[in-house]
């Protein structure tokens, strides 16, 4: 297993998260969900010798992909998504079961329905990546019925399925466990 360096930034205007991972040394690095490209997090990238290669999508929703193309502009890095992008950009077509091999990095990719119908999950070496299909102590509360049982019984089906120690980095809020969400999030336990 590669020993990886793993940054969040926090973007105050839309409350969500973007992660970037690469080497100790500097390298090829993946960014998930860069909701924007601020100067903080081009400083962020560049202080640690960092080059973009990997833009790993979990869903489409603004909040998550509205500094792609000012980062495409910065860094030809390619893009892995399960649907079209809101606006128009190549992109590497990614569906549930799928093992990429980025560089130093191995990502199984995981669809999890329910908050959207594109939702996918990202699992790198011991963290998971869920973008909002699950955050810490909460699951998504604007959902249909059916939205709403099919997002648990995926988290059930898929997630809870994995090691408790298994870290979750949510694309809103702070990160968890999955141990600590089999019993202490409210809407999946029992």
Same mark, same amino acid.
């Given at each position: 297993?590669?020993?990886?360096? #793993? &940054?969040?930034?926090?973007?105050?205007?839309?409350?969500?998260? $973007?992660?970037?991972?690469?080497?100790?040394? /500097? *390298?090829?690095?993946?960014?998930?969900? +860069?909701?924007?490209?601020? #100067?903080p997090? #081009?400083?962020?990238?560049?202080?640690?010798?960092?080059?973009?290669?990997?833009?790993?999508?979990?869903?489409?929703?603004?909040?998550?992909?509205?500094? @792609?193309? $000012?980062?495409?502009? =910065?860094?030809?890095?390619? @893009?892995?998504?399960?649907?079209?992008?809101?606006?128009?950009?190549?992109?590497?077509?990614?569906?549930? *079961?799928?093992e990429?091999? #980025?560089?130093?990095?191995?990502?199984?990719?995981?669809?999890?329905? /329910?908050?959207? +119908?594109?939702? %996918?999950?990202?699992?790198?070496?011991? %963290?998971?990546?869920?973008?909002?299909?699950?955050?810490? *102590?909460?699951?998504d509360?604007?959902? $249909?019925? &059916?939205?709403?049982?099919e997002l648990?019984?995926? =988290?059930?089906?898929?997630?809870?399925?994995?090691?408790?120690?298994?870290?979750? &980095?949510?694309?809103?809020?702070?990160?968890? $466990?999955?141990?600590?969400?089999?019993?202490?999030?409210?809407?999946?336990?029992?």
């Open positions: 297993m590669n020993v990886v360096k #793993l &940054f969040f930034h926090f973007v105050l205007s839309n409350f969500s998260n $973007t992660y970037i991972l690469g080497p100790v040394e /500097g *390298g090829p690095a993946l960014i998930i969900d +860069p909701g924007v490209m601020d #100067l997090l #081009l400083n962020l990238i560049e202080r640690n010798s960092f080059y973009v290669k990997h833009i790993l999508v979990t869903h489409n929703h603004a909040s998550h992909v509205n500094g @792609i193309k $000012t980062l495409k502009r =910065v860094y030809d890095a390619d @893009i892995y998504s399960n649907m079209e992008l809101p606006f128009k950009s190549e992109f590497n077509k990614i569906e549930d *079961g799928d990429l091999h #980025l560089d130093s990095f191995d990502v199984d990719v995981i669809n999890i329905p /329910g908050h959207s +119908p594109d939702s %996918m999950i990202f699992k790198i070496q011991n %963290m998971l990546f869920t973008g909002d299909a699950l955050l810490a *102590g909460e699951i509360h604007d959902l $249909t019925v &059916f939205q709403n049982n648990l019984e995926k =988290v059930k089906e898929k997630i809870f399925v994995m090691d408790d120690d298994i870290l979750i &980095f949510p694309g809103h809020g702070s990160p968890t $466990t999955v141990k600590a969400e089999k019993y202490f999030n409210p809407y999946l336990r029992g």
